[in-house]
């Protein structure tokens, strides 16, 4: 298990990668997303966190973190991935599209491999997250894609000590990595950033079907746990139709099941022109996705006890109740089935939820907190 490391002249401590081919003019092709970089001796790719060395692919960033943080699973967001409990959070720097609107620019648009200073192996994250007992680890704040390697061989090594794993995720890859990424991990939130083709090309810098393929293998070929998530952008995405479009397409093509967040917009990196999601805009586009058919519809980063809350499609009584990342009620059985009328709710429950409630603790691998 576990990728091999050792020293590079060119990039410093580097990992060798799998997903590439050497092409006829002599330049190397990464293979891990659709934007299938083709690079020269020396040369990284959009991501900037893989680059060629020699005749192949390297993973420049492999064990190293922009940093690490307890939070509440809810923050992925993941609502229907056992309730309550804390997740060991990290990423590392990178990623493989152009978001204006990115909330992370600082950690996925850096530039500056120096500044990833925590270190850690597969094997001591897992160890850390049993010591400080969190349920599951994330691969979060910038896209597990670009540190495929390094995601992987931790999940492997969470799997080793019962820890879960969890990736946030756009989702742009292509199917050979994604099988190997999503296939060791438990969960993902993907993110469905629009529903036009102008919108991923223009603002995202990526492109919709091949989203929508991930969503699909994930949903319908894997085992993986799947929810989807939104950033509801004034003025971009956020038109009547093209969220109905949007979620019949869910409903068509995963079942009405797969739970939907959206989530609210403030203004960031290149987007600082643009004004805050309005609440009732997210209010409108839960109530859209319910009138689609879907089941478990959520509102984000505003406080809507309605769209924080899950409701059972059978009886429709509220069966979590949440305000913020805390749980206020929990009406559900070890199985995930209703306690009012027994009806199960799709996901991955415990019998009881954890109380971790809305706390981010940032951590250090060194024992420290």
Request: charged share 20%; with cysteine.
């Given at each position: 298990m576990g990728a091999h490391v050792h020293a590079s002249p060119l990039f410093g401590e580097i990992a060798?990668?799998?997903y590439w081919h050497v092409l006829d003019d002599g330049r190397v092709q990464c293979d891990v997303c659709p934007r299938a970089c083709r690079l020269h001796e020396g040369q990284r790719g959009l991501c900037f966190v893989r680059a060629r060395e020699g005749d192949r692919i390297v993973s420049t960033t492999y064990g190293r973190s922009s940093g690490y943080c307890i939070d509440p699973i809810e923050k992925k967001p993941l609502n229907h991935f056992l309730p309550g409990t804390p997740v060991l959070s990290f990423g590392t720097a990178g990623c493989n599209l152009t978001c204006k609107f990115c909330q992370n620019w600082d950690i996925s648009k850096s530039r500056d491999i120096d500044t990833l200073a925590d270190s850690a192996s597969?094997?001591?994250?897992?160890d850390a997250a049993v010591r400080l007992g969190c349920t599951s680890v994330a691969f979060t704040y910038n896209d597990p894609v670009v540190f495929l390697e390094y995601a992987v061989d931790t999940a492997i090594a969470c799997r080793d000590q019962g820890i879960r794993t969890v990736g946030v995720t756009a989702g742009y890859i292509e199917p050979a990595p994604r099988a190997e990424l999503f296939g060791a991990m438990d969960a993902v939130n993907i993110d469905l950033k629009g529903f036009t083709h102008e919108y991923y090309r223009k603002v995202c810098g990526g492109d919709l079907d091949a989203v929508l393929q991930s969503i699909e293998w994930a949903a319908n070929e894997s085992d993986v746990w799947v929810e989807l998530t939104t950033l509801v952008v004034p003025g971009h995405n956020d038109s009547d139709d093209e969220l109905r479009r949007m979620c019949d397409w869910v409903v068509e093509h995963v079942g009405p099941d797969v739970p939907m967040h959206f989530s609210a917009f403030h203004p960031d990196w290149k987007m600082l022109d643009v004004p805050p999601t309005p609440p009732d805009t997210l209010r409108r586009a839960r109530e859209i996705a319910i009138?689609?058919?879907?089941?478990?519809?959520?509102?984000?980063?505003?406080?809507?006890?309605?769209?924080?809350?899950?409701?059972?499609?059978?009886?429709?009584?509220?069966?979590?109740?949440?305000?913020?990342?805390?749980?206020?009620?929990?009406?559900?059985?070890?199985?995930?089935?209703?306690?009012?009328?027994?009806?199960?709710?799709?996901?991955?429950?415990?019998?009881?939820?954890?109380?971790?409630?809305?706390r981010r603790l940032p951590v250090q691998m060194d024992g420290r907190r």
């Open positions: 060798e990668t799998t597969p094997r001591a994250i897992a009138d689609a058919g879907v089941r478990f519809a959520y509102t984000g980063n505003v406080h809507d006890t309605a769209g924080d809350t899950t409701f059972c499609p059978g009886c429709h009584k509220p069966v979590i109740e949440r305000d913020w990342y805390d749980l206020l009620s929990y009406d559900l059985d070890a199985t995930g089935a209703c306690s009012f009328c027994g009806t199960r709710i799709p996901g991955v429950f415990a019998a009881t939820p954890g109380t971790w409630g809305r």
